[in-house]
């Protein structure tokens, strides 16, 4: 079993910046291949970024590319979002989430494990 306990969310203005992070706990954090998804009031819940347990593999939605970077610090067992430029689209509650299967970061059906999510708002 993990937990997965996110913060770091709040209200910003369009452009602004936020970082996300994401505490884990229980078994060896290290082994996991670590995602975030969002999930607007309405939609379906997307991916946003992951990163493979070694930290050399990255991947991101199209829709944040260069502008959000996602890492992690095992010996924390921390994942971090770091979200510039900001847009009211990014508005969402975000979510972290952790699996040990090969195969798909993107699914959200992918990930065994969640946390309770933080939520984001960006301002116009």
């Known amino acids: 079993q993990v937990q997965l306990v996110e913060s770091g969310g709040g209200l910003v203005q369009a452009g602004g910046s936020l970082r996300l992070s994401c505490a884990a706990s229980?078994?060896?954090?290290?082994?996991?291949?670590m995602g975030w998804f969002r999930q607007a009031p309405g939609k379906e819940r997307e991916f946003v970024a992951a990163?493979?347990?070694?930290?050399?593999?990255?991947y991101y939605a199209d829709s944040v590319k260069e502008r959000f970077t996602i890492s992690r610090d095992n010996a924390k067992n921390t994942v971090y979002l770091q979200m510039n430029s900001l847009k009211p689209e990014d508005t969402a509650g975000y979510y972290c989430?952790?699996?040990?299967?090969?195969?798909?970061?993107?699914?959200?059906?992918?990930?065994?494990?969640w946390g309770q999510g933080t939520q984001v708002t960006v301002s116009s």
């Open positions: 989430a952790a699996k040990t299967t090969i195969g798909t970061v993107s699914a959200p059906g992918a990930f065994g494990y």
């Open positions: 990163l493979r347990w070694s930290g050399s593999s990255t």
């Open positions: 229980g078994r060896i954090f290290s082994t996991y291949t």
